[in-house]
């Protein structure tokens, strides 16, 4: 599972990289506040049942706010996807959008990983807490920094503030430095541009008790390989 919110040039995620993604192996893409950015975002949503937005957005918005994982006739993942209210645009509460989703969820599968995408580290924690014990895992997304706090919880759920990034190391949260140094030097609006060089993959493995959905370890994982070949029109 990937969060693929800024994979079509940085921002937002079209339906032909979408499909690239998926048939490179990744089971499900979650999404956040820039899920949105690419105009195709309706038809990605109408074709791809298996990449999912935040939860709490209103009703009547295009997509599913979680999806599932099939591993063989006896174990499913359901995943859910949520995003967070603190500095980041009005939107639902991702408490309130957990407390209604999770019930459903469970009555299918014991295993429950959850995408918290939000700015602040103390409501991805927050989420963390409130979930421990209902779910696998809690991973927060959005900020593009790996934290150190991998751990599991006293309830059994394995928790991380931020996964990471998968994007140019030696960028701005994998954007063209120069671009991003302009912006603070001037206050003056720029046009961001993916960075080029080394890129760093960075994410989390977890174990999980199929019967319990309890989590049973957490491994962090980071590795470096070359830089981006060459750029398709999506970027």
């Known amino acids: 599972m990937a969060n693929g919110e800024n994979a079509s040039g940085g921002n937002g995620l079209t339906v032909k990289n979408a499909g ?6 990744i089971d499900l893409i979650t999404g956040g506040n ?3 950015s690419q105009k195709d975002f309706r038809d990605l949503f109408g074709k791809y049942t298996n990449v999912i937005r935040p939860a709490n957005y209103p009703p009547g918005v295009p997509g599913s706010g979680w999806g599932l994982v099939e591993l063989g006739r006896k174990t499913k993942i359901a995943v859910l996807n949520l995003q967070g ?4 645009d009005p939107i639902d509460s991702p408490f309130a959008a957990a407390t209604k989703f999770l019930p459903i969820m469970k009555g299918i599968t014991p295993v429950v ?8 580290t103390s409501e ?3 989420m963390g807490i409130f979930l421990d014990g209902s779910v696998s895992a809690v991973f927060g997304t959005h900020t ?3 934290s150190a706090d991998g751990r599991i919880l006293a309830g059994g759920t394995a928790y991380q503030t931020d996964l990471g990034m998968v ?7 994998g954007v063209d430095s120069e671009a991003i140094l302009q912006r603070f030097l001037t206050g003056l609006p720029v046009r961001f541009e993916v960075a080029g060089g080394p890129v760093i993959c960075s994410g989390a493995v977890v174990e999980v008790d199929a019967e319990s959905g309890k989590a049973l370890s957490l491994e962090r994982f980071e590795e470096t390989f070359e830089g981006w070949g060459e750029k398709d ?3």
Do not use: C, K, S, Y
């Open 167 to 173: 994007g140019p190391m030696d960028g701005v949260l």
């Open 85 to 88: 209210q603190v500095f980041m």
């Open 113 to 120: 990983i959850v995408d918290i995408h939000a700015e602040a």
């Open 144 to 146: 593009h920094v790996a």
């Open 233 to 235: 029109e999506d970027g």
């Open 34 to 36: 820039h899920i949105w």
């Open 124 to 126: 991805r924690n927050a």
């Open 20 to 25: 690239e993604l998926l048939d490179g192996g």
